[in-house]
């Protein structure tokens, strides 16, 4: 048998010379495998970013230039420093950290790797706050609770179709908001259309009303009413406790920070705050939940509430605790009230900076609603120009900057960087919102650059990120914008807007408020002038 191969290989020159060159491209096949294989493979190349001191690693750089009150700026000052724009690490605290600041890099994490970044790291305050444990969806680590409760919320709390049904809610809710204006406009005198008729002069217009207060009322009262039927509930305890969970949510307490010292929120008395806390807010629900459930005997309405208190129990793997049910709704205020009343504040702050834009935007929902008197959220669609203001808002003045914190539960590659397990990660939206490369005259509000553009926020654009993408993306964006239009709609058909005193537009302070979502430092305080 040997011989006979032998002699067919060898013997003949055309099959010699056959074998020779297959043997030749066996060869380069196998070199092109072992060189893509050993280019896939982690590199040892060590993460970019600045040098670390013991114990507590770039806190001090982080802290710099008032990083801690806008760390999404100092974060994106870093990377750029740094040369490490894709993919920067940070030691804070005891924890390793890992900021990516490119489209490219988000894209990696959101649709590459979204699965093995699905995770959330611990985060101290909304473990307490939502009943001694990741309760709800944002804060829960990814596994069987967080996806039933994510299908329960894209499904039945936030579908298009339970949107739509709260629209009324919403209608109720801007009505009134235009009416205390008017009033509002009344009492500061002399620049109303009503200031004649009262003979009202006392001029103390140099105020302005509190624009930020009234819209943040407002849409906090529009989540209380699509989650339990009215505002009573919606007392002080519900709303500190909103606030909290706005405060800590980027995770960048000293608890968060040093989660091995666990005897250290109970030192700080900071566990006793948020129990007490919750034990407040747990109370109120309790009450609110009751109540509701009697009342719905009379009205037949479903509220979030009811969804989540009448859910079908065949369609769950686990069940809806009474825990997880006051979690959810919590979730749904935070989520409902302070995000769309940053972006309407925003809008008005940028418009007012802009009266071109602003004349523009105003001819455009005067265009739509004319004698009408009113605006109807069913013909808002007609409003393209308002659509291109709003993204441009958002691109510029994203509400979470750095998203929610990932967390990967395996040692990870990303962009050819070794990413250890249990790393914290933060994408940086407000950054890549910015990035040149991207956006022409990336630092100026100009809504036109939307103008007969595709690029939208429902997380197929990586370099426009407001609600993130992927598994973890926002399910809210739908309720959110909802309540946005249509006040600003209203706003802007309703009253033309002036600043008080000499306040020039161009000199409007834009400063930061971080949390949660980023509002404004200081209220914006604003002259409504009636014009219907
Ligand atoms: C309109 C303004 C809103 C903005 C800008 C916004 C932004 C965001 C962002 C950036 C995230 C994190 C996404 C990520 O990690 O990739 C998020 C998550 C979330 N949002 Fe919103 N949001 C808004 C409105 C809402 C509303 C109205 C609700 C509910 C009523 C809501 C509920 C949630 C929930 C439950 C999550 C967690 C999703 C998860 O972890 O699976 N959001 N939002």
Redesign the pocket.
């Known amino acids: 048998m040997a011989a006979t191969i032998n002699s067919i290989f060898f013997n003949d020159p055309s099959i010699g010379l056959l074998t020779f060159t297959a043997t030749i491209f066996t060869a380069f096949l196998i070199t092109i495998v072992i060189v893509r294989n050993s280019k896939k493979r982690p590199t040892t190349v060590p993460l970019p970013g600045p040098w670390k001191l013991p114990v507590i690693g770039n806190l001090h750089q982080l802290a710099m230039n008032g990083g801690y009150s806008q760390p999404h700026r100092r974060l994106s000052e870093l990377a750029r420093q740094y040369g490490a724009a894709d993919v920067m690490s940070l030691q804070l605290g005891e924890l390793p950290h890992v900021v990516v600041s490119t489209p490219e890099a988000a894209r990696q994490v ?1 649709k590459t790797h979204d699965l093995a970044f699905a995770s959330r790291p611990a985060i101290f305050a909304p473990y307490i706050l939502y009943g001694g444990g990741y309760n709800d ?2 804060f829960a680590p990814y596994g069987e609770h ?1 996806r039933q409760l ?1 299908k329960i ?1 894209t499904v039945e709390l ?1 579908s298009a179709k339970r949107v739509q049904s709260f629209r009324w809610i919403r209608e109720e809710e801007v009505a009134k908001l235009v009416v205390r204006l008017r009033e509002a406009a009344v009492e500061l005198g002399g620049r109303s259309k009503y200031a004649d008729l009262l003979n009202n002069n006392n001029n103390n217009s140099d105020e302005g009303v509190d624009l930020s207060r009234m819209v943040g009322e407002m849409t906090g009262f529009v ?1 209380a009413r699509a989650a339990f039927g009215t505002i009573r509930g919606l007392n002080q305890a519900l709303l500190t406790i909103v606030e909290t969970i706005s405060d800590v949510v980027a995770g960048f307490r000293i608890s968060d920070l040093y989660p091995s010292l666990t005897f250290l929120p109970a030192l700080t008395g900071f566990k006793g705050k948020l129990e007490k806390m919750h034990q407040e807010a747990d109370s109120i629900l309790d009450a609110i939940i009751h109540e509701r459930k009697s009342q719905r005997q009379i009205d037949h309405k479903d509220y979030l509430i009811d969804v989540l208190l009448n859910f079908d129990p065949s369609q769950l793997r686990f069940p809806l605790t009474m825990k997880v049910i006051k979690a959810v709704i919590l ?2 205020l935070l ?2 009230n302070d ?2 009343s940053k ?1 309407v504040e925003w809008t008005m702050s940028e418009l007012i900076k802009h009266p071109k834009v602003m004349q523009n935007v105003q001819d455009e929902v005067k265009q739509a609603f004319g004698e009408k008197g009113n605006v109807e959220e069913a013909s808002l669609h007609q409003l393209k120009y308002l659509d291109c203001v709003i993204k441009e808002t958002l691109r510029l003045h ?3 900057p750095l ?2 914190p ?1 967390e990967n539960d395996e040692k990870m590659e990303l962009c050819g960087y070794e990413i250890p397990a249990k790393t914290k990660l933060f994408v940086n939206a407000w950054a890549i919102g910015r990035d040149p490369r991207y956006w022409d005259k990336a630092e100026e509000f100009y809504p036109e650059r939307f103008i007969g553009s595709s690029t939208d926020y429902k997380g197929n654009d990586f370099h426009f990120i ?5 598994r ?6 739908d ?3 909802e309540v ?1 239009k249509l006040t600003l709609a209203n706003l802007l058909y309703h009253f033309r807007w002036e600043l008080p005193g000499d306040l020039k537009p161009e000199s409007l302070d834009m400063t930061e408020c971080f949390g949660a979502s980023v509002g404004r430092k200081y209220a914006l305080r604003v002259i409504p002038v009636p014009v219907q």
């Open positions: 959101m969806i944002a967080w994510r919320c936030l989540a979730e749904m989520g409902g995000t769309s972006i994203p509400p979470g998203l929610l990932r407001p609600f993130g993408a992927g973890r993306m926002c399910p809210g964006y309720f959110g914008m946005v």
